[in-house]
DNA sequence: TGCCAGGCCGGGT
DNA sequence: ACCCGGCATGGC
């Protein structure tokens, strides 16, 4: 449908108007923010940092070093949640990225971004949304994330069916907006940034949420 | 005080 | 091809 371009701009930017910057990935260093795609996976992103401060006060923020100390993991990402499984999942991404790329974020910067994509899925533990997160935030390539939010206020709004799967609602957002990576990181963020708003559900007749105005 | 966070996997139907 | 339970901590 035409209109949905236009329709995605103006919900971006009655998100913006609203919200504001939401300064996205919060994080210092690539590799920061890859860790920290895993660890708030289902996991309010507060406990998130607890467990990335303990990284870095034990100083292993680093490929190689956090590698090395793996059996710390536990210990330090407790605050995370599920700390037992994102052990394994970290330790799983951290074998990839070392082994084929040396921990080095520069060895994947050639590597088309599908290919990419294709490579961070085959690992355990790395679903589209954690993918798709390390390469829009991580590595900036211009991929838009879907998360629970999205799929949410698109549905309310009746912009997808209801059954729409992950691929097909990025491609929605991939085919109506421009291929630019500070707009989808931008827009993610405001989505995420929606999603506390205490209308949980984005009801269309919540006359307080955002969107109100844009389909009312 | 329960509910729920910036998911994903594996097993059962 | 879906559906569901499990995974765990801390904040409001």
Redesign the pocket.
């Known amino acids: 449908m035409a209109g949905d371009s236009e329709l995605l701009m103006d919900i971006y930017q009655k998100l913006f108007d609203t919200y504001g910057s939401q300064h996205?990935?919060?994080g210092d260093s690539p590799f920061e923010v890859m860790v920290?795609?895993i660890l708030?996976?289902?996991?309010?992103?507060?406990?998130v940092e607890?467990a990335l401060r303990n990284i870095k006060d034990a100083d292993l923020l680093e490929p190689m070093a956090l590698f090395k100390n793996r059996v710390k993991i536990p210990e330090l990402i407790?605050?995370s949640?599920?700390?037992?499984?994102?052990t394994e999942r970290l330790i799983a991404f951290l074998k990839y990225y070392i082994e084929k790329y040396q921990g080095e974020i520069e060895n994947l910067k050639h590597k088309k971004t599908e290919d990419l994509r294709g490579e961070l899925l085959a690992i355990?533990?790395?679903?589209?949304?954690?993918?798709d997160?390390i390469l829009l935030?991580a590595l900036n390539r211009p991929v838009f994330v879907v998360?629970?939010y999205t799929r949410r206020v698109l549905s309310r709004h009746k912009m997808i069916g209801n059954?729409a799967n992950y691929d097909e609602i990025q491609k929605f957002f991939h085919d109506n907006l421009p291929d630019n990576t500070q707009l989808y990181n931008e827009y993610h963020a405001l989505i995420?940034r929606l999603?506390?708003h205490r209308c949980?559900k984005n009801e269309p007749d919540c006359h307080s949420c955002p969107l109100y105005s844009i389909f009312n």
Do not use: M
């Open positions: 996205w990935w919060p920290g795609a708030t996976q289902n996991t309010n992103w507060q406990n607890k407790k605050p949640g599920f700390y037992r499984l994102k355990s533990g790395i679903g589209p949304e954690t993918a997160s935030y998360d629970t059954n995420v999603g506390k949980k």
